[in-house]
Structures are given as C-alpha cells and as structure tokens.
C-alpha cells in the first residue's frame, strides 16, 4: 500500500519546488490593471497552504507579510487584491481556475480561497499574485467524487509541535511519504514565554494574550522552511487543542482557574489569530466562538469526523470546592469520585454531540476515521498503596462523554470506525472495547501518532502501559503516524525520528499495525 489511488493521472511534482524553494516567492508576475502598487516586498513569507478538499473544491490560503514579526506583519492599513491561479501543471501553462481576492486588514492580511469547479480526485497547482509578486507554488488535490469507489488513502497524522523543542525534520519525511492528506490533531503553536531552558530555538515573543502577540508567534513557527514544505506538499485537515490559545484550558476557563471574562477575549484572539494562519474552510470566528467540527469524505473509503473537544468542555472532574470561585490553579491527577461518572459531563458539548450522533448514523463510507485531540483508553496511574488518579484534562477524565461515542458506534453499526489522536506527546495504540460488555471484545481502534517535537518525560508511561490496556507506548521518540487504508485492509505506521533535535535526523518504523475490515482492533506486526 505504497501509492496513491490517483498517481498514475497525476503531474510530476519537484520536492525541491517544495523544500527547497526553486520557484521563490521573489518570482515577478505582471497582473496589469490588478497589481497593487506601493506594496512592500517579500509579501509571502509565510508560504501557502490548502486544506479540507470536496470533490470539486478546495480553500487556498495566504497571508500578506513582508515582516512577519510585526504585529500587522508590516502591511499597510488597507486591502490588498491578490490574484489567485490554479494549474493542471507546474509551470502554469494550463491554468484550471483563477479569481481574485481581497487581503483585509482585519484579518491580518489572510487570504482564503474556497476555490470551485474542479475536477474530482486529481492534483493541482496553486499560487498568489500581489503587486509584482507571485508566491510559492504548491500542490494540492481535490477528494474524490461522493460515493465514488476509491482504491486506497494514505493519510499521515501529527500533532504537538513545539517550536523551542525540536527541529521539523518530521515534516521532511512527510513530504517525502507524498501523502494524499495531512491531518494534524492540535498543538500547531506553544503558547508560552520563551524558555531557554534545553530549548534548541526560542520564541520570538513573549506569551501572548492579544491578536497582535498569537500573530507573532503563528509567523515564528510557519517561517520555518520545513513546516511551508510540509504545506506546499499537500491539502490538510486540521483542529486544534489546548496550546492553540492556552495550556489545558476548558471552555471558558484557563488552568489557572482565572477570570472567564478576561480569558474569553485572550480566546477570542487566539481563535482569530488560528483562522488568520489556517486553510480551514470554517466560517471566520465571532469573538471567543469558532464552529471547528466537520466531515470530511474520501469517496465510498473513508469519512473523517474531525472534532473540537476544548471549546465546548464542561467543568473538570473531582475539583476541590471553591477552587474555581479562589481562582486557583485546577487539579490536574484526581481521585476517583462521584462527579467523574456522571453522564451529564461533556468533551464535546451537546450540540457537537448530537451532530456526530448523526454523523455516525448517516456515513456510509467503509472507513470512519474520528480525528479528536487525544488518548481515549482510560489512563490510570497507579501507586503503592493501590491509590489511583486520572488525568482530569483527557478523556479519562470525561469517561461518560467518551462511553457515548463507543456506545453510537455500536447502536448506528457505524463501519470501521477509528479513533486518531495527539496531544499526550506519546505514541500509543490500544483496542476500544464495548463499554456494555465484560468480554472485552473489540468495537475499534485507537493511534496516537506521537509528536512531532514536544517532549513527555514520563517514566510512568510505558510502565503502566499493560495496566492501562495499550498495545504500543512508547514516549523517547518524536514522529508521526501513517495510516494506508484499503476498502478490505489497512496499515497503520508509526515513524519515529533518530533525533527531533536535529534538522536532518533519520527516521525510521518503530511500530506497524495491520487492520482488517469488519473485523475491529489491531494487529501489532514485527518491524
């Protein structure tokens, strides 16, 4: 399972377009009457992107910003027209589609594109065009037609990407799988104030709590040239986690425990700053509130059911009274307790329940990929004295929430389902069982696919691995995770870097697991 389902009718695509930058966004373009004059240069030092594909459509994004470590990236208060080409080809001689758009100041300059009429399941071309400009180009592909019987995916997922941990070789390897879609789980920035502490590069910023400070610190990660290649290179789905706008927060509230009014507006920016740095094809956030949750079909193949489990959160389990009215900071290990089943709790709030209830009544697709945040399989950690805590920040903390989604996927004989994770900076793999039988019969799967650079010292983790029901654990290597799905079989591919140090570091399989339609859990398989 070593191709695309659509190679063979695709163009030939240079890496070193993608890595190494051979068509450089310094390229002149005439655009006559549409060029914008006055404008400073190196407009697009942020690369470009695309993301969430639909048979006959796909969203291009950009972002004006000739000093990107300025807070309105050094563009004038005013919109800018960017001309926007898609090309069966490389060198632009057969252009598809072609508009123009609007870089608003509003929105820092962003550009997004839902771009239509394209043809179903093939690659294309894309760049931007502002004054005399012309961005870099990149490749991306539209999903296949509804229902259309696709031979095969390959998806590679990822998340937790620290800046100041490590260098994105990952993300070289990624471009290199020549994936048909990236998926990334959270954790696309860090919010915190630059640590120099092990640090192998710092933040550019200090934390930030306002638009100006969360732009800064999106420009500080997406300059770098691996992570723009990993964009060039192919469309991505995405969500976000907790570091998107602050460590552990739930709804409306911070770790700390802090004023909800005042930590709504830093959200409200954060939000804001994650749309202006994004391909997403979600609506622009209202204040503090962005809908994130969606589908995403690959054909008969595969349904990607994407979720937000941090907005919509309720309270956090097995909290000390008056912790939260003293505005200290939440617990995050919590004894067993009342409040930690009850079935009223909530990861996903309920109207986001009741549209995935829905969703996994009504997909018909053979695959169904759930793209959440984290580690579903109950997490304990056990002492001496017998004593067990759970973390009160993941789904160990939200059993009920969780037991609903593995219930409806019983109830709605939903196909294959599969649960993708990050956040735990960990690679792991576990069965999910039925949570109304005693025989532990598995329902379906988990993969959390590590980190792409974030650290877990954990001495814990692979010890009580066995305890805790994972079939795979291991966090000292960073990397990421391939999944090759067939409508009868598939593989799921654990890679792990030599060195997440190191900007060249070699990578290699450290775990494989094989699947088999109809027939739910996993297979760990000799590497």
């Not at 770790?255 to 609506?283: K, T």
């Not at 010890?463 to 000292?476: I, P, Q, S």
């Amino acid at each position: 399972m070593t191709d695309s389902p659509y190679r063979s009718n695709d163009l030939p695509f240079s890496r070193r377009t993608v890595v190494g930058g051979a068509l450089a966004a310094g390229t002149l373009f005439s655009i006559g009457a549409h060029a914008a004059a006055g404008l400073p240069q190196g407009l697009f030092s942020l690369g470009v992107a695309s993301g969430d594909p639909e048979p006959d459509g796909i969203i291009l994004w950009t972002r004006l910003a000739p000093q990107p470590l300025e807070s309105d990236g050094g563009m004038p208060p005013v919109a800018v027209p960017v001309r926007w080409e898609i090309a069966e080809d490389e060198a632009f001689s057969r252009i598809a589609r072609s508009g123009m758009a609007r870089a608003e100041p509003h929105w820092g300059h962003s550009v997004h594109v839902d771009a239509r009429g394209l043809r179903p399941g093939r690659a294309y071309f894309y760049r931007f065009i502002a004054g005399k400009e012309a961005s870099p180009v990149g490749r991306t592909r539209t999903a296949p037609a509804r229902g259309a019987q696709v031979d095969r995916l390959r998806l590679c997922f990822a998340s937790c990407q620290k800046y100041e941990a490590g260098f994105y070789a990952a993300w070289r390897h990624v471009v290199a799988e020549d994936p048909d879609l990236i998926l990334f789980l959270g954790d696309y920035i860090y919010e915190g104030a630059p640590n120099s502490k092990d640090a192998v590069r710092l933040h550019r910023n200090p934390e930030p709590m306002d638009l100006g400070g969360y732009r800064i610190r999106y420009a500080t990660y997406k300059l770098d040239p691996l992570l723009q290649a990993a964009h060039h290179a192919a469309p991505w789905a995405l969500t976000w986690d907790d570091h998107e706008v602050a460590n552990d927060y739930a709804g409306a509230l911070d770790e700390g425990n802090g004023d909800p009014v005042a930590f709504l507006r830093r959200r409200a920016a954060a939000y804001q700053a994650y749309y202006e740095h994004q391909p997403l094809r979600a609506r622009p956030p209202r204040g503090p509130d962005m809908r994130l949750y969606r589908t995403l079909d690959w054909g008969s193949l595969a349904q990607l059911q994407i979720v937000d489990d941090r907005q919509y959160r309720g309270p956090r389990a097995c909290q000390p009274d008056g912790l939260v009215e003293a505005h200290k900071p939440y617990r995050s290990l919590v004894a067993e307790c009342a409040d930690l089943h009850d079935p009223n709790r909530t990861m996903l709030g309920a109207a986001q329940e009741k549209w995935l209830d829905a969703r996994l009544v009504e997909t018909t697709a053979q695959w169904n990929l759930l793209a959440q945040q984290t580690l579903m399989r109950q997490s304990v950690k056990h002492y001496q004295d017998d004593a067990a805590e759970y973390s009160a920040d993941n789904w160990s903390g939200y059993p009920a929430a969780r037991e609903r989604i593995f219930r409806q996927w019983v109830k709605a004989g939903t196909s294959n389902p599969l649960a993708l994770g990050g956040d735990i900076h960990a690679f792991a793999a576990a069965d999910i069982a039925d949570p109304d039988r005693s025989d532990g019969t598995p329902i379906a799967a988990e993969f959390v696919g590590g980190s792409i650079t974030s650290l877990r010292v954990d001495p814990d983790f692979k010890r009580l691995a066995a305890t805790n029901g994972l079939a795979f654990a291991e966090n000292e290597v960073r990397g990421y995770g391939r999944l090759d799905i067939d409508a009868k079989s598939g593989i799921v591919t654990y890679r792990g870097l030599a060195d997440a140090r190191r900007e060249d570091s070699a990578i290699a399989d450290i775990a494989r697991f094989s699947l088999e339609a109809g027939k739910p859990g996993l297979h760990l398989e000799t590497v």
